[in-house]
């Protein structure tokens, strides 16, 4: 049976917009600290860690520029494949639930995560031929002005909160969309803490210019793996709940105060 063809999600449905008016009441809305300051752009590629399961949740709830979600294609399957893929590799593999907490939760959260995930526009990753369809859709999303949102941790053995490696799938597209459309993407590590609410946006990077400079995709991920382990060594070693970071290049230190209660959010 054919797919219907991929379409972007501008806006979220009222229905969602209700869970999410909800959860906003329990979940505190991060400080958004940019360090480059001034705003972010509407087409760019996010690389955010996952924080457990709580990260992509709070980037579709509070992230200044909406973006579009990479995620397990068995997760835009049918209910035996997304229960499947919850109990065996989310919750089991990753978050380390025990047989009896992975079951419930994945029995439970598999009847509405498929609404939830099209609700979003999620874009199913592969390793095979079928990564063309990630490609396409991508290129879908940005060619309209928006942005991707791509968790590249290694997490086979679970989510941490500094990851030992960054999987290379932004690299492809990135490079795949320079090539169709000339330009070079910015891309953005963004560390999201728990537990001081913050979200810290690096400096971009720009994937074809690193390439152009000699740099291998290997060395281009370490590179990104490393931007993004400054942004977490900044928040993670003041013991003080404050803004100043001792961010460089003039960074606007409260970001997230300046873009309170901006359109952006409810873009």
């Not at 009896?100 to 390793?127: E, N």
């Not at 597209?173 to 001081?196: A, F």
Request: charged letters at 30%.
């Amino acid at each position: 049976m054919k797919k219907n063809a991929y379409k972007v999600k501008y806006k979220r449905n009222i229905i969602f917009r209700i869970i999410g008016n909800f959860l906003k009441i329990f979940i505190r809305k991060p400080v958004v600290i940019n360090v480059s300051g001034g705003e972010l752009p509407e087409r760019a590629i996010y690389l955010m860690n996952h924080e457990g399961a709580r990260g992509p949740m709070v980037f579709e709830l509070y992230f200044p520029r909406k973006a579009t979600p990479w995620g397990a294609h068995e997760m835009c399957g049918n209910y035996k494949e997304r229960w499947k893929y919850l109990y065996n590799v989310f919750y089991r593999q990753k978050l380390h639930y025990g047989k009896l907490r992975s079951f419930v939760t994945a029995t439970l959260f598999a009847i509405i995560s498929g609404w939830l995930y099209r609700s979003v526009g999620l874009i199913g990753t592969y390793h095979d031929a079928r990564l063309v369809e990630t490609i396409r859709n991508s290129f879908t999303v940005l060619e309209n002005n928006r942005s991707i949102v791509i968790f590249p941790e290694d997490s086979e053995k679970g989510y941490k909160e500094m990851p030992a490696a960054f999987n290379r799938g932004f690299i492809t597209l990135s490079k795949l969309y320079c090539k169709k459309t000339g330009e070079d993407l910015p891309v953005y590590t963004v560390y999201y803490s728990k537990k001081k609410s913050k979200f810290v946006v690096g400096k971009p990077e720009y994937v074809n210019r690193l390439l152009s400079e000699g740099s291998n995709e290997q060395e281009i991920a370490d590179i990104l793996l490393e931007r993004y382990r400054e942004l977490y060594e900044k928040i993670s070693r003041n013991g003080r709940d404050d803004d100043n970071c001792s961010m460089k290049d003039g960074a606007n230190k409260d970001f997230g105060s300046k873009i309170a209660g901006n359109k952006l959010l409810n873009s």
